[in-house]
């Protein structure tokens, strides 16, 4: 991003530090989230209130007219995709609560398949559901691809685990 001259190497120091300290924040709240899940829910409930906070500047701020129209455009699109993969994440994390609760354990080779398929189902939806949602929901379209797709992976994919642990046990 920096060869292409849409970023500086201030704006990735700055990134850099900023995901440092997320982590370190965060990653108490997450350990907690495996014995408490009232934790888990409220980091969804904050990330969600984010969310709908952005989307709702993007759209109703009123802008000067000499703001950069695509910047301004990219951001109204990143909001709606923010809002969609937010949604998928928090009904993904009540599948998993209520009915999959899977377990991640297997050998390592499993883990890699399971990482690459997980991968290339993503990066499939994405593509596949872009121009059809496009056609029939138009504006709403981001919204709900990204929440089909962040639903099937977080929320379907890992139904198939327990296949996959299986899979790495009968071949040991």
Same mark, same amino acid.
């Given at each position: 991003?920096?060869?292409?001259?849409?970023?500086?190497?201030?704006?990735?120091?700055?990134?850099?530090?900023?995901?440092?300290?997320?982590?370190?924040?965060?990653?108490?709240?997450?350990?907690?989230?495996?014995?408490?899940?009232?934790?888990?829910?409220?980091?969804?409930?904050?990330?969600?209130?984010?969310?709908?906070?952005?989307?709702?500047?993007?759209?109703?701020?009123? =802008? $000067?007219?000499?703001?950069?129209?695509?910047?301004?455009?990219?951001?109204?699109?990143?909001?709606?995709?923010?809002?969609?993969?937010?949604?998928?994440?928090?009904?993904?994390?009540?599948?998993?609560?209520? =009915?999959?609760?899977?377990?991640?354990?297997?050998?390592?080779?499993?883990?890699?398949?399971?990482?690459?398929?997980?991968?290339?189902?993503?990066?499939?939806?994405?593509?596949?559901?872009?121009?059809?949602?496009?056609?029939?929901?138009?504006?709403?379209?981001?919204?709900?691809?990204?929440?089909?797709?962040?639903?099937?992976?977080?929320?379907?994919?890992?139904?198939?685990? $327990?296949?996959?642990?299986?899979?790495?046990?009968?071949?040991?």
């Amino acid at each position: 991003r920096m060869y292409l001259g849409v970023h500086t190497p201030l704006d990735v120091g700055v990134a850099a530090v900023i995901a440092v300290v997320l982590v370190f924040a965060l990653y108490p709240l997450m350990e907690r989230s495996d014995s408490r899940h009232g934790v888990m829910g409220a980091v969804l409930a904050v990330m969600l209130a984010l969310a709908v906070g952005y989307l709702l500047f993007v759209s109703l701020y009123p =802008f $000067p007219a000499d703001v950069d129209a695509a910047n301004l455009a990219s951001g109204v699109e990143n909001a709606w995709k923010l809002m969609g993969a937010t949604v998928g994440l928090l009904a993904a994390w009540w599948l998993d609560m209520k =009915f999959i609760h899977f377990d991640t354990r297997a050998v390592w080779w499993v883990q890699l398949l399971k990482v690459v398929l997980g991968l290339g189902l993503t990066m499939a939806l994405r593509a596949v559901l872009k121009a059809p949602l496009n056609h029939l929901l138009g504006g709403w379209a981001d919204l709900v691809r990204y929440f089909l797709t962040v639903l099937a992976v977080g929320g379907l994919w890992p139904a198939s685990f $327990p296949f996959f642990a299986r899979l790495g046990r009968k071949k040991q």
